[in-house]
């Protein structure tokens, strides 16, 4: 399966370190949960998520007198799945919409170079193979080349996409978009946007006057602000996260580029800290290697 690919490199830095941990010990001991401290913060968990997951394995320690080694996957599995079951307030099942009579707006956000272009354009044709109409506009305006690809995706994925061509106002992009949208009774309508967090008064400025725009025409719109982190990059997603929280409310994260990682530990400590719902995670390049993500599987995947 993908996501098994995707995740053999997070997978492997877990295992064969607890492996090495505990070789030769039959009891759970604090020299185990030490080394099991060092395995969670270099899969990039997080220095709090991984204390407090280390607290919960020592209670059941402490509770149960004598946990055996053999039995530390188990136990691990579980404390996370647990925590993860915590955070995830919202969990899909397939690419699915709530039932609208206007369209559904989703606005995407995140820094250029985290995959924000390629997990639209898979968004895009994941949701037309279910067959929604999609319609996406190009509000990322201010770099010629962000206008282009996302042309380029939507013509990929058979799928109309609005612009107004570069460094024209974001929110008339948008305004533009759902307009025709509306028109055209799209069921998504999903929004790119510029990401220069290096200019945050300016960003906050310019995302708040795309909601008020498109609000204009629909006014409980957006439906979704999605997030999308470069997962491949560990604890610098988490700050990320961190300042576009404060810059816009976030409704949803998309972590790409899992694969080809070991730092895959950092869905973790994101939906801990922000307890915003993952929704997707990115595991390659091709369109279905977009998924939905699901906390069962992500947790069976580490360790199975
Ligand atoms: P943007 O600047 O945020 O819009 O980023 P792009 O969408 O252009 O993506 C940057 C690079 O990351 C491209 O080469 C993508 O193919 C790649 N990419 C995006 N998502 C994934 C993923 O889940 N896995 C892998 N391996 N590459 C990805």
Known sequence: ????????????????????AIVGKSKV???????????LIAADVGVDTTLKIIRRIEARVQRDKYVNTAELN???????????????TEEL????????????????????????????????????????????GAADTFRAAAVDQLKMWGERAGVPVVELGMGKDPASVAYEATKRALEEKADLLIIDTAGRLHNK???????????????KLIPDAPHEVLLVLDGSTGQNAVIQAREFTKV?????IAITKLDGTAK??????????FKIPIKYIGVGEKIEDLQIFNRYEFVDSLFE
Not at 264 to 273: C, K, P
Request: no cysteine.
């Open 1 to 20: 399966e993908a996501l098994d690919k995707g995740l053999e490199k997070t997978k492997q830095n877990f295992f064969s370190r607890l492996g090495r």
């Open 29 to 39: 001991d604090d020299e185990v949960l030490d080394e099991l401290e060092n395995i």
């Open 74 to 88: 188990r136990i691990l599995r579980e404390e996370i799945a647990a925590l993860l079951a915590e955070n995830q």
């Open 93 to 136: 099942n397939d690419f699915e919409l709530p039932p609208r009579d206007t369209p559904y707006v989703m606005l995407v956000v995140g820094v250029n170079g985290v995959g924000k272009t390629t997990t639209i354009g898979k968004l895009a044709a994941q949701f037309k193979q279910k067959g929604k109409k999609v319609m996406l």
């Open 201 to 215: 008064t300016n960003l906050m400025n310019e995302l708040a006057k795309i909601k008020r725009t498109i609000q």
């Open 248 to 252: 816009t409310d976030v409704s949803a």
């Open 264 to 273: 895959g530990g950092v869905v973790i400590g994101i939906s801990d800290e």
